[in-house]
């Protein structure tokens, strides 16, 4: 039996609602505030209860319209025990700008910025005492798409650090737990980040097989006046021509990689730019595949001649030059992440019509974790089109600053720098609105500019009184 159950409020929770509320309670708040975390207080979205029945599957369905499907004997507690008691859910949504603002929330994943459909918070405890998902099983969220029909990913709240805190995909959320070798240089930890498995020993959550990655060439060697001499045509290197997945068959390269194969050879550059005499590089004595050699050097062959023009010296035809070719790979991120997806489909595929006849209305995802989740998409922006943006604060100490988007739904806050706001890695030339909130005799003031963004200080002025109730129409325009 599926129990479809909708939020239960007690006699105590409708009190304190009463006296706490939100976004779905308006009214009768002209109250005074003294700082910006009474305000979030009692402008942040409601938390809906929920009570479920222990061994029976369960569906919710929360205010904003997100379903959650949750199988039968879903939870444990820390100790891997399971609870006896019912199990009291907790859900809030976040769907509008306004409710992203007074929670505090932003959408950005490391350094790069996310366009959202939508957050919620889940949690579950029994008797007082928190809950987690058993291990390989899932719930299921349904958000509801609001028209938009862009492909999102799911993704969960993590704690960096003790003041960071950030979006992690879903499918890259075991690279958060992977352990850095002892070993490890000083040098390798300051370059350390997500995705870079040669530092981590990773645990995969799913079998790892060849078809989950792309193989391409890479140079592991060579004259050092490649790094400059361009090719014809281009603004590119030959190390640079090596390096692009696109022009090599990834099948060649894969058989390199598998092989274990280097070819370094050696060859001149004739006055027309062009690689000649090619030959094996046996450099201390190195012996190399032949089948290797022969697919380097065709390869090399196959690349546009060199602007001798480019190169601030002159380019003998007598020169001996070398470059190394070996194999190497990348994980596919679309491939992993439809394996990972398939791990937890028997969640997915079970509950969608169990959730509502109109599915496709949703973006359903199984989540393996609770606490905040994010639906939300990567917003691809070149890094020659990123700037930091800076907001010069004159007004108070205590104030909130964020921006939001013409172009997409996404809101960010800003690192306080010498008394400055800034938001890093920013695209140049974004049309943007630049929020401010802060206070003025017991009331919320705020300012709302719009501008594009620029490497130039942007000052925010403007600032008008409101009440609480004022204050959160004003904002809700936004969306």
């Known amino acids: 039996m599926i129990r479809t159950i909708k939020p239960f409020f007690g006699i105590f929770i409708t009190i304190l609602l009463f006296y706490n509320c939100s976004s779905d309670n308006l009214k009768n708040r002209n109250i005074p505030i003294n700082s910006l975390g009474e305000m979030d207080s009692i402008l942040s979205p409601n938390i809906e209860n929920f009570e479920i029945v222990i061994g029976e599957e369960t569906i919710l369905k929360g205010k904003k ?17 399971e609870p006896k008691e019912p199990i009291n859910i907790e859900i809030k949504e976040c769907y509008s700008l306004s409710s992203m603002i007074f929670e505090n929330l932003q959408t950005i994943s490391g350094d790069r910025i996310l366009e959202t ?10 008797n007082g005492r928190k809950l987690s998902i058993k291990n390989n099983k899932a719930i299921v969220i349904g958000f509801p798409k609001n028209d938009l029909e862009k492909e999102m990913d799911l993704f969960y709240d993590f704690q960096v650090n003790d003041s960071t805190k950030t979006w992690v995909p879903d499918y890259k959320m075991f690279e958060t737990t992977a352990i850095i070798p002892e070993e490890t240089t000083e040098n390798e930890l300051d370059s350390l980040g ?5 530092l981590y020993e990773v645990e995969y959550p799913i079998e790892m097989t060849e078809d989950l990655y792309d193989y391409r060439f890479w140079n592991s060697g060579g004259t050092g006046t490649f790094y400059y001499l361009k090719l014809k045509g281009s603004d590119e290197t030959i190390l640079d021509f090596i390096n692009t997945p696109s022009n090599i068959d990834s099948a060649i390269a894969h058989k390199f990689y598998k092989n274990n194969w280097s070819a370094n050879l050696e060859f001149n550059i004739d006055k027309n730019g062009v690689m000649r005499n090619f ?13 290797a050699l022969k697919i380097a050097e065709d390869f090399l ?24 070719i070996s194999g190497t790979r990348t994980l596919n991120q679309n491939r992993f992440k439809k394996r990972f997806r398939e791990k937890y489909s028997k969640y997915t595929n079970s509950s969608i019509q169990k959730i509502d006849p109109s599915a496709l209305e949703y973006y359903m995802f199984a989540a393996t974790e609770m606490g905040w989740i994010n639906c939300d998409i990567f917003w691809d922006i070149a890094e020659d089109e990123k700037t930091d943006f800076v907001v010069d604060n004159k007004q108070s100490a205590d104030m909130k600053i964020q921006i939001i988007f013409k172009d997409i739904k996404s809101i960010l806050s800003g690192t306080l720098e010498n008394g400055k706001l800034v938001f890093k890695n920013v695209p140049l030339g974004k049309e943007i609105k630049v929020i401010g909130i802060s206070f003025a005799n017991g009331k919320p003031t705020l300012a709302v500019a719009e501008t594009i ?13 409101f009440t609480l109730d004022e204050l959160e129409v004003e904002l809700n325009k936004l969306n």
């Open 65 to 81: 319209g997100t379903s959650i499907y949750i199988p039968a004997n879903t939870f444990q507690f820390k100790d891997g025990t």
């Open 117 to 126: 459909n939508g957050m919620i918070y889940i949690n579950a405890e029994a």
């Open 194 to 198: 997500i995705g870079e498995e040669a």
């Open 279 to 291: 030959r094996p590089n046996n450099f201390l004595g190195t012996k190399y595949n032949s089948e």
């Open 301 to 324: 062959k196959s690349a546009p001649v060199f602007d001798l023009d480019s190169y601030d010296e002159q380019i003998r035809n007598d020169w001996d030059f070398s470059l190394s």
């Open 453 to 465: 963004i620029n490497e130039k200080p942007f000052e925010l002025s403007g600032f008008k009184e």
